[in-house]
Each structure stands twice: as structure tokens, then as C-alpha cells.
Nanobody, 119 residues
Framework: QVQLVESGGGLVQAGGSLRLSCAVP????????MGWYRQAPGKQRELVAA???????NYVESVKGRFTISRDNAKNTVYLQMNSLKPEDTAVYYC?????????????WGQGTQVTVSS
């Protein structure tokens, strides 16, 4: 059972910023694509951003230019820097290991971290 632990969510006004973190067991972190997903109430979970072990990235169109995914291979941690937040970014955010940059999560979901953006 792989345990993924997300943190860093909160309540922020529109235009504000948050940085999410996800700690991942080292045995799987180093060789895997990592992804951040989100699920808003009444909607399906969607891939927001992904990063390969070599640093290649992929973003959903709605966050391009505002969100940045990064990874610290020494700390086995993946981050999501979210700037210029909008109310439509409100969701529970999850991380996971992916089969590739397009998604295909490999493990069970963690608790996620709630991001709420007020207008």
C-alpha cells in the first residue's frame, strides 16, 4: 500500500497563491512520473499537471501560465505552485504516480488537500 500525503491547501482570495506539497515513498518517486489532480464538487477528477523524472511537464490548458509543477528528488517530494488563483480552481487536490505525462494514476488516492478560492 503506497501512502501519498498531500499538504498545503487552504482558503485564499482570488488572485492569491498557494503551494501544495506531496511526500512520496522514495522507492517509487524516483522512477515515476508524478501528477497533481483535482476534483471539484459534482465533477470528475482531472489531471492538472504532471512531471517526469527528467523534468518534462504537462499542464491542463486552464492552468497554463499560472501553475508550476516541480519535484525535489532529494526529498521525494512533488510541489504545485499555484498563482493567480481563480474561484474555479476550488477543489480537492491529490497527487499520484502516473503511467505517463497524460495521466493514468497508478496508486490509490490519498486524503487530498482542500483548496478554496473565494471571489
Amino acid at each position: 500500500q503506497v501512502q501519498l500525503v498531500e499538504s498545503g491547501g487552504g482558503l485564499v482570495q482570488a488572485g492569491g497563491s498557494l503551494r501544495l506539497s506531496c511526500a512520496v515513498p522514495g522507492s517509487i518517486f524516483r522512477r515515476n512520473v508524478m501528477g497533481w489532480y483535482r476534483q471539484a464538487p459534482g465533477k470528475q477528477r482531472e489531471l492538472v499537471a504532471a512531471i517526469s523524472s527528467g523534468g518534462n511537464t504537462n499542464y491542463v490548458e486552464s492552468v497554463k501560465g499560472r501553475f508550476t509543477i516541480s519535484r525535489d528528488n532529494a526529498k521525494n517530494t512533488v510541489y504545485l505552485q499555484m498563482n493567480s488563483l481563480k474561484p474555479e480552481d476550488t477543489a480537492v487536490y491529490y497527487c499520484n504516480c502516473n503511467a505517463d505525462l497524460r495521466g493514468l494514476p497508478l496508486y490509490s488516492w490519498g486524503q487530498g488537500t482542500q483548496v478554496t478560492v473565494s471571489s
